[in-house]
């Protein structure tokens, strides 16, 4: 991860939502799921968990898109971008697309998911790789490695 200093500004392709990200991510990822694959357009999605308390849009009002279902899906309501992701029930985060920040370049996945459903062209160089979801219980500690290895 860069050691540039937050915030980190960012939004949407049209610029008519924009994003201020005042907390570090605690975990980055990558999805290989079908779904993720249809909504983003590409082979997998990227995320990076920032803490709720991090995130804020600072201008305009994203919409849900996608599956209206337990994962609230936001999108620019003008260009559609996907922008970020509020998983139901773990509102102590927000799973944000980090191509969506003025400058995503220090982004790498730390874990890829649902590799049971890769297209077989897929690499993400990710350290960690789960055929479906991490168990719960390894996320402390895949958070904790994470970010020891993100403040070296």
């Given at each position: 991860m860069s050691k540039q200093d937050l915030p980190w500004e960012g939004g949407?392709?049209?610029?008519?939502?924009?994003?201020?990200?005042?907390?570090?991510?605690?975990?980055?990822?990558?999805?290989?799921?079908?779904?993720c694959q249809k909504m983003s357009s590409s082979a997998y999605s990227l995320s990076a968990a920032i803490p709720a308390e991090g995130f804020e849009v600072t201008h305009g009002e994203p919409v849900v898109g996608g599956l209206h279902g337990?994962?609230?899906?936001?999108?620019?309501?003008?260009?559609?971008?996907?922008?970020?992701?509020?998983?139901?029930?773990m509102d102590w985060f927000v799973n944000l697309r980090p191509t969506m920040l003025d400058d995503p370049r220090w982004f790498t996945p730390f874990i890829e998911t649902w590799t049971n459903?890769?297209?077989?062209?897929?690499?993400?160089?990710?350290?960690?790789?789960?055929?479906?979801?991490?168990?719960?219980d390894a996320y402390e500690g895949l958070?904790?490695?994470?970010?020891?290895?993100a403040s070296a």
């Open positions: 949407c392709r049209c610029g008519q939502v924009r994003l201020k990200i005042t907390a570090k991510p605690l975990l980055t990822m990558a999805c290989h799921c079908t779904g337990g994962a609230r899906h936001y999108f620019c309501p003008y260009c559609m971008t996907w922008m970020f992701t509020r998983p139901e029930g459903e890769k297209l077989p062209f897929a690499q993400t160089g990710a350290v960690y790789s789960y055929e479906a979801l991490p168990e719960m958070v904790k490695e994470y970010m020891a290895r």
